[in-house]
């Protein structure tokens, strides 16, 4: 990190008010801070992350530098030897303002190789992991996950040793035998069934009985609840955005079920769960009409089945169960386990690398009936790009991913991102056209969101960095974002020309603004309230008031209309600020 650098972290951490995720300061006046392991420790299991020593978090970041810089960069690299496995951070030493300045850069180690952990501690008390601007212990659980991890999963092999052949559904394992052998006839044509299903790992001997596989039962057993009561999966669905608010009637769900059975039964029949509990649309194209799910099925289907075959199977959490949340904004799915082996969450959806803890369970799966034509899963890596893709031809946002170790959760937003509200917006800004990326990209700015080279493809589905650095260089050129940073830190932000549209000048209707003369809302208290204290840029309303970007946008409108603010400047520029109008009326109480 060079000096230019640095000035930009200081800049985002006076921002944020902050240090956070992937970054600690510490003032370190009086040599290195004893806990500054857990520092390094926690970033190592995470993304890794950079440790400034010699700046005063509590007095707005200033640059008070450290006493013996080379003593501090000596401890540092002994505190990081003292790790299992050693890390390798790059530290050095800034001078700025005649004050010296530690930083160590802190890779993330391998996600094979974690946890990684103070030796003299050992794996269980010595780990730690990074959350907002803390570091915490890993629980039992997360450690086993990861020293699981190290090694190749089995669990989908182990037998069952109280079932039998008996608790396995024979249609079923007919219609898989069935394409077992018209696809792969010159192998198993001429061998039995029962030679079959052991080649494949749906049955095994144990103690000279043959009995099903973990993975067996879960793919053809009429109920494998019987021997593994929580290995099902639950559907809730919330009258509000919020768990445990109750709805208009006082009910606390709309419908709570635990779904059990094999696999593909318990697929199809959350799939049939969650339309009951959901409403369709209505997407007119010329002369025709289409009904369509709030979510597409195919994504449905894709994000359930993604969390029974990948999730953890292992002896501790054979307790735990995968989890479907339906709120009105959002469908959230999670399971036990996070991701596993090279696949990192930024790279979900936008490659075919695929590593599953469960070989098995896919590879039976791969050959499985769902009952509507498909199969239970491709086994080809290619699950969650599908998702994106259908997500994209529906209109909506792409999903939010989240790795906490001990669970893997996926987000689907109930909501198109690109509006027709956004539409008008990005309509009035100048340059051009824009790609439909580079459109999601601005809105999810204007929302009050940073993005990143890998946040812009999480976002996108943009696969190439290359093509997502074009894109995003392509809106700073024209004056639409603005950079900050350098290299590896460069973020990207909603420029002050762009936050600012042509629709704040437009004369209001005088029927909108009979329309309007009712008392203020909350949010417009708020925010007449903020404005109130001296003239304000729509940023700074946000910073004052603690609202949303498209919040403020819309009650900025409102207040507009009321004839109760005004705007100073021209619309889209960086200096236009608002202010309450001169010849305000009283504000109805």
């Known amino acids: 990190m060079d000096e230019a650098e640095f000035e930009d972290h200081l800049k985002r951490l006076r921002r944020i008010g902050a240090d956070h995720s992937t970054c600690e300061v510490k003032k370190s006046q009086g040599g290195l801070p004893t806990s500054i392991w857990e520092t390094i420790s926690a970033f190592g299991n995470a993304q890794g992350g950079t440790i400034i020593l010699g700046v005063d978090e509590k007095h707005d970041f200033a640059v008070v530098g450290v006493r013996d810089a080379g003593a501090i960069e000596s401890a540092l690299g002994s505190t990081c030897s003292d790790l299992e496995p050693i890390v390798r951070a790059d530290i050095h030493?800034?001078?700025?303002?005649?004050?010296?300045?530690?930083?160590?850069?802190?890779?993330?180690?391998?996600r094979d190789q974690r946890p990684c952990y103070k030796r003299s501690l050992g794996p269980w008390a010595g780990s730690r992991l990074r959350v907002a601007d803390g570091d915490r212990k890993l629980t039992d659980y997360e450690i086993s996950v990861l020293l699981a991890n190290r090694a190749e999963q089995r669990h989908d092999v182990s037998p069952i040793s109280r079932a039998s052949v008996e608790d396995l559904d024979q249609r079923a394992l007919e219609g898989f035998l069935r394409r077992i052998r018209d696809t792969r006839g010159s192998i198993f044509g001429n061998r039995d069934d029962t030679q079959v299903l052991m080649m494949l790992n749906v049955l095994v001997r144990h103690q000279d009985e043959l009995v099903p596989t973990l993975g067996g039962l879960l793919a053809f057993g009429i109920y494998p609840q019987q021997y593994e009561p929580q290995l099902n999966l639950t559907v809730v669905a919330y009258p509000t955005t919020n768990a445990g608010e109750p709805g208009p009637r006082g009910e606390r769900f709309n419908e709570n079920r635990a779904v059990d059975g094999s696999i593909p039964v318990i697929v199809a029949?959350?799939?049939?769960?969650?339309?009951?509990?959901?409403?369709r649309r209505s997407i007119v194209s010329g002369l025709f009409r289409t009904d369509e799910w709030e979510y597409p099925e195919e994504v449905l289907r894709e994000a359930i089945v993604n969390a029974l075959v990948h999730r953890d199977y292992s002896e501790y959490s054979r307790g735990m169960q995968v989890q479907v949340e339906l709120y009105p904004d959002r469908l959230v799915i999670r399971n036990p386990g996070g991701l596993y082996g090279p696949v990192e969450i930024t790279s979900l959806g936008t490659d075919t690398v695929s590593s599953s803890?469960?070989?098995?369970?896919?590879?039976i799966l791969e050959d499985t009936p769902l009952g509507d034509g498909h199969m239970v899963c491709e086994n080809r890596g290619t699950g969650i790009a599908r998702m994106r893709s259908a997500l994209t031809e529906a209109g909506m946002e792409a999903?939010?991913?989240?790795?906490?170790?001990?669970?893997?959760?996926?987000?689907?937003?109930?909501?198109?991102l690109v509006d027709q509200e956004a539409v008008e917006w990005l309509s009035v800004l100048s340059g051009g056209p824009l790609t439909r990326s580079q459109m999601t990209a601005l809105v999810l700015m204007r929302n009050g969101n940073q993005l990143t080279n890998n946040s812009f493809r999480s976002a996108t589905g943009v696969q190439d960095s290359r093509t997502a650095y074009k894109e995003l260089k392509e809106l700073v050129d024209r004056g639409l974002a603005e950079q900050f940073g350098t290299r590896g830190s460069t973020y990207y932000e909603l420029s002050a020309e762009a936050s600012h549209d042509d629709t704040y000048e437009e004369d209001a209707d005088e029927d909108d603004a009979d329309k309007?003369?009712?008392?203020l809302t909350e949010l417009q208290g708020q925010v007449y309230h903020a404005l109130s204290k001296g003239p304000a840029s729509r940023s700074e309303v946000i910073k004052r008031t603690g609202l949303d970007a498209n919040q403020v946008l819309q009650v900025l409108r409102a207040l507009r209309r009321k004839k109760l603010v005004v705007m100073v400047g021209q619309p889209r520029s960086k200096n236009a600020r608002w202010q309450l109008a001169p010849d305000r009326h009283e504000i109805m109480q």
Not at 516 to 519: A, C, I, V
């Open 269 to 279: 029949e959350s799939i049939r769960i969650l339309k009951r509990n959901m409403k």
């Open 399 to 416: 999903p939010k991913f989240i790795d906490d170790i001990g669970i893997f959760q996926a987000e689907f937003p109930n909501h198109t």
């Open 516 to 519: 309007d003369s009712k008392p």
């Open 93 to 110: 030493t800034l001078v700025v303002h005649d004050r010296s300045v530690v930083i160590a850069e802190i890779p993330p180690v391998a």
């Open 357 to 363: 803890r469960n070989r098995v369970l896919l590879k």
